[in-house]
């Protein structure tokens, strides 16, 4: 039960919410969407923010279809991104694969899930697999930076403590492109150990892969389409530079298995390409 | 001229899967559980825990939480325990010649695990407690802990009692036969060791109590989520200074217990002193990062066997050590105990070594888990069995077939002492191979190594000793119940054992509704009162049926009697002419000639002198129920058997492993279970279906893991402790053997308990089957993508005596 007091406000925009951010002057502050982070840790005491701004009526769930991107608002639901006809196909296949029920499909939104950095969740991984951009909102000032960018650590990104993220763009390019999204874990309701996303080029060759999960961070591995297995694998390990570890498995076990789900995506699109020929 | 009916014969309910009498209340939301019980004037209780595995407590410091906001009382260790003696141990390890220590409700001097309760606050409300629990001051000196069991035995361990020599609570051996002589004269030996990981039950409701002090009558009424109400007053009592009829229990509906909810929690007296001192009723309810502080299970195994060439067993030597963690006074250690006592199972070993060394640690206590130890028994022997026949390059089925006691030769005394009643292995396990189409499995399997897919299927013998009476304790063997029929023929039952869910409390009206011949509709059962049920034990071991039930069966019989003899009166012909069924007594000879049981009722209180002379009111009877075959006196062996019961199972299970990367998909799961004579078989399957669920959570998942650097845990919720969902395991295929029990009225076997053991059994050895191909042996469980990774990888045959 969340034993302490604080302060709940409930913006009608972003810039509301920036406003209020701007005030706060390092006191700490907690930006929930759905809440299902951040809930559950303000219930276990294991935070106690003095103010909690919630974003569900500042307008910023919805996806929406631009000339080249897809804008999709941080407060957008697993279940809003499986039902809307503009997320992109990609997107559609991870949030298929979003575990915990409907309660939680229904509260958790893509914009959390980022801000949160959990290395063991899909959306960090998913959003460099799609070169998102996050567009993030100070009082005074807005920058756009790229999802590759935006992750520095476990449960870090560079989100300053004034900052919220009003949007993320998905450029709609490579969204007919053959892709693969896969996960491990242990058990169905388990989070995952190592998450393996890839959008393959025009010519339908897995060029890059991204391994969420493994590490502390998203991380990409760069091919050419010729390599061997063992080629991919030494890949995957040599890319792998935070490594990370918890209870269902080592630094060790997640970069192996994290080598063998390269193998198995580069192995997936190669057989749809081919598939596709014949 | 007259004869009994046997039950079969006027069964109307009994072997019928009728469904739970209260299921629509169930499924409206409208039991009562714990937390739904509301009194006027409730408080509610916080609680301050240690948050070091070992501590001194230099000070604790109440004044800021005191006048924290709706805080009406606080209460320290040392203020507690002017006012409360300490908690009776459930088993205490001393009557077995081990150690023991003072358990009480909030820690005094120091802290031995996280999450020790060290202070309490009563507060207007649950948040403003939690609250005030933040601002208590404490203040600790650090010491030393440690958290792994081998290395507590350790003579430069850290001591967690300090009026111990070492942190060893007992060792118990179980010795039948000359191993050693055995093993010298063998043809093959084989030595190996098995971990199994620490992990628990999860019942869905989670603890909680609400303890009400009335100070004129100096008197409680305890409202607990528990199994065991009239042995939790005694232990209250005892605790809290008062006579033990100054104290109720009661145990509202009950959402799972599991072991769990077995007594000598803190926060059981802890409650109570709350309401006494601060004069308001108090309620406290357990936080799910509290339920998994709960340990159970943990054990090293290293054995060693012999075997002929043919597969026979001569000899098995086991020491095993159990990390207990703290020691706290509900029943946990005892398990312990039980999985010693279990070897060999139902395997005819001649010679056994079986040394159980129970060690305790700078973890948080055990309580009891379903399978009470036996389940990791289960798993020992059944892997021993597998790498016998893997050694010999023989069946594991043809190994099983070659040691299991005959179905001829019941009752069969155990090297342990246990004296097995009834049961048909040979004929299970057969059942087993059919139910699993085991040739198309094994031909499927060939055809996917080709394409290295490795499929495995596992067997496992699972014998568990059901219903115990532990001698000097309050684990008893025998409970009351007491069946009456009202002036309109409505019947009430009152038992002693409770239930947790299960369905006992439908079973038992099953039984009583056949016997005085009416309509389920028309019965109800009260169980969990200390105020209103006859004596009793509450559910554990598998044992409600076998009491419980059969002694409502006795006390429904005596009632049945008094309706026979009035019927026949009324209706003018014989007894064994009357058929009573479905409210009605009716004339078998004539069916036009009946009369409904309520007017028989009616008569029995209203013609006590006329029609019913002769035939003692009221139409009430209380009867206890004492099984057979349990042997408190020892034999020439000096051994006890403390069961009178054994049901078994054969369970199978089909599996694929990834072997690139760990990964084990269930994709099949049968079992063969006999459970005795089957009063409701949907609830029998029920409890196997649970059990099966758990068990193959411990194969493959389940473990609470303290780190090594901070002894907290770490697998504090559902994120990190890990149980399977239903999309984890498939649809279970089951059949019923049934070999009625000699020692039980109706041959009732227990059927509660087993299954953990036996799934978690054939899981592991289906997935050693699936990577025979790769020589893996896995000595870690539970067998997670991390353990069986690393046992792939660092590939290595089984250690070769």
Not at chain 2, 32 to 54: C, T
Not at chain 2, 628 to 640: F, L, R, V
Request: aromatic share 6%; proline share 5%; with cysteine.
């Amino acid at each position: 039960m969340i034993a302490h007091r604080f302060k709940y406000s409930c913006p009608r925009s972003a810039e509301e919410a920036a406003a209020e951010l701007a005030q706060m002057e390092g006191e700490e502050t907690a930006i929930i969407s759905g809440g299902t982070w951040v809930v559950p840790e303000m219930s276990h005491h294991l935070r106690r923010p003095k103010l909690v701004i919630d974003l569900k009526l500042a307008g910023l769930a919805g996806v929406s279809a631009e000339a080249d991107a897809v804008v999709i608002g941080p407060a957008t639901t697993y279940t809003q991104l499986a039902h809307s006809k503009h997320t992109p196909n990609f997107l559609k296949k991870v949030v298929a694969g979003i575990t915990g029920g409907s309660q939680i499909r229904n509260r958790g939104t893509i914009g959390g899930s980022a801000c949160y950095a959990n290395p063991a969740s899909d959306i960090p991984g998913a959003l460099v697999t799609m070169k998102a951009s996050l567009h993030l909102r100070a009082h005074s000032s807005t920058r756009i930076v790229e999802a590759a960018d935006f992750f520095l650590d476990a449960n870090v990104t560079l989100l300053e403590p004034d900052e919220i993220l009003e949007s993320i763009s998905i450029p709609s390019t490579n969204d007919e492109n053959l892709f693969s999204y896969a996960k491990f874990k242990t058990a169905q309701g388990s989070w995952p150990i190592v998450t393996i996303g890839c959008i393959a080029s025009e010519d339908g060759v897995a060029r890059r892969v991204i391994v969420g999960g493994a590490g502390a961070i998203p991380f990409a591995v760069d091919l050419d389409g010729q390599e061997s297995e063992d080629e991919v694998l030494q890949r995957v390990h040599a890319a792998m530079r935070q490594p990370w570890s918890d209870v269902f498995a080592t630094a060790d076990t997640r970069r192996h298995i994290a080598g063998v789900m390269t193998q198995r995506a580069v192995r997936e699109i190669a057989a749809a390409k081919n598939g596709e020929k014949s | 001229m007259t004869q009994t009916i046997a039950p079969t014969q006027s069964a109307n309910y009994v072997g019928t899967s009728e469904r739970k009498h209260n299921g629509e209340k169930f499924l409206r939301g409208e039991m009562v559980y714990i937390d739904d019980i509301r009194i006027p004037g409730m408080h509610f209780a916080g609680i301050v825990r240690s948050p070091h595995p070992h501590a001194r407590i230099k000070s604790v410091d109440l004044s800021k939480a005191s006048v924290a906001e709706g805080v009406i009382f606080v209460l320290s260790g040392a203020e507690a325990a002017k006012h409360t003696d300490p908690i009776p141990h459930f088993i205490d390890p001393e009557a077995f010649g081990g150690k023991t220590t003072d358990v009480r409700c909030l820690a005094v001097d120091k802290v031995v695990y996280v999450g020790e309760p060290v202070a309490a606050i009563v507060a207007r409300t649950r948040q403003d407690a939690e609250a005030a629990v933040e601002l208590v001051d404490v203040e600790y000196e650090i010491l030393p802990f440690v958290i792994d069991g081998e290395e507590s035995l350790q003579p430069d361990a850290p001591r967690i009692y300090e009026h111990w020599d070492d942190n060893k609570i007992i060792s118990i051996p179980f010795i039948s036969g000359d191993t050693e002589a055995v093993f010298a004269q063998a043809e093959h030996i084989l030595e190996d060791e098995l971990k199994i990981q620490r992990y628990s039950t999860q019942p869905i409701e989670p603890r909680g109590y609400v303890a009400v002090y009335d100070s004129r009558e100096s008197s409680y009424t305890f409202y607990g989520a528990c199994q065991n109400p009239h042995p939790l007053r005694w232990v209250l009592s005892h605790t809290l200074r008062v006579s033990e009829n100054d104290v109720r229990v009661i145990a509202p509906t009950v959402g799972g217990a599991f072991g769990l909810k077995m007594h000598g929690h803190p926060e059981e007296p802890l409650t109570c002193i709350l309401s006494k001192l601060s004069g308001k009723p108090v309620k406290w309810i357990e936080d799910r990062t509290e339920t998994m502080l709960v340990g159970a299970r943990e054990q090293m195994h290293r054995f060693k066997v012999s075997f002929t060439s043919a597969g026979k067993i001569t000899a098995l030597k086991d020491h095993f050590v159990a990390n207990v963690g703290a020691l706290g006074a509900p029943p946990g250690w005892g398990m312990v105990f039980l999985s010693g006592l279990a070897f060999p199972t139902g395997y005819k070993i001649a010679a056994t070594d079986v040394l159980a060394t129970v060690v305790a640690s700078n973890k948080s206590p055990w309580n009891a888990a379903r399978g009470y130890g036996k389940e990791a028994t289960a798993l020992v022997m059944e892997r021993i069995i597998d790498l016998v026949a893997r050694d010999l390059g023989m069946d594991p089925l043809e190994v099983r077939r070659v040691n299991l006691i005959e179905s001829h030769e019941f009752p069969y005394k155990t090297a342990g002492g246990l004296n097995i009643d009834s049961g048909d292995y040979h004929a299970a396990l057969d059942k087993a191979v059919e139910m699993i189409g085991l040739p198309a499995l094994r031909a499927e399997q060939e055809e996917l190594r080709k394409d290295n897919r490795y499929l495995g299927i596992g067997f496992a013998f699972e014998l568990t000793p059901e219903s115990g009476d532990i001698p000097g304790t309050l684990v008893g063997g025998f409970d009351t119940s007491t069946v009456k029929m009202d002036p309109s023929g409505k019947v009430t039952v009152l038992t002693g054992v409770t239930t947790p869910g299960g369905g006992n409390d439908t079973s038992i009206l099953q039984i009583v509704s056949d016997q005085v011949g009416i309509e389920i509709s028309d019965a109800r059962i009260i169980q969990g009162d200390t105020l209103l049920t006859p004596y009793g034990f509450g559910n554990y071991s598998g044992r409600s049926m076998v009491t419980g039930g059969n002694a409502a069966y006795l006390a429904a019989k005596d009632i049945r009697a008094k309706l026979l003899i009035i019927a026949s009166r009324l209706l003018e012909t014989d007894e064994s002419d009357i058929d009573l069924r479905a409210g009605w007594a009716r004339s078998l000879s004539n069916p036009d000639k009946a009369i409904k049981i309520s007017e028989i009722a009616y008569t029995v209180y209203t013609l006590a002198f006329a029609t019913a002379t002769g035939v003692e009111p009221p139409l009430e009877s209380t009867r206890v129920y004492q099984p057979e075959n349990i042997q408190h006196t020892p034999d020439a062996e000096g051994k006890i058997n403390i069961y009178p019961t054994y049901s078994n199972a054969v369970h199978v299970a089909v599996v694929e492993v990834d072997a690139d990367t760990g990964h084990v998909k269930v994709r099949r799961f049968g079992t063969v279970h006999d459970a005795g004579t089957i009063i409701n078989p949907r609830f029998v399957e029920g409890q196997m279906e649970g059990a099966t669920a758990m068990g193959i959570g411990a194969a493959l998942m389940e473990h609470s893991i303290h780190d090594p650097a901070t002894g907290h845990l770490s697998t504090n919720r559902f994120k990190t402790y890990l149980m399977p969902r239903a999309s984890d395991v498939p649809m279970f295929e089951s059949v019923h053997q049934v070999t009625p029990s000699p020692y039980t009225a109706l041959g009732t076997k227990g059927a509660g308990e087993a299954g953990v053991g036996g799934a978690q059994a054939a899981v592991t050895n289906a997935v050693h089957d699936a990577l025979a191909p790769l020589g893996v042996t896995i000595r870690q469980m539970p067998l997670n993508p991390q353990n069986v990774l690393h046992a792939i990888i660092t590939r290595e045959t089984g250690k070769q005596a």
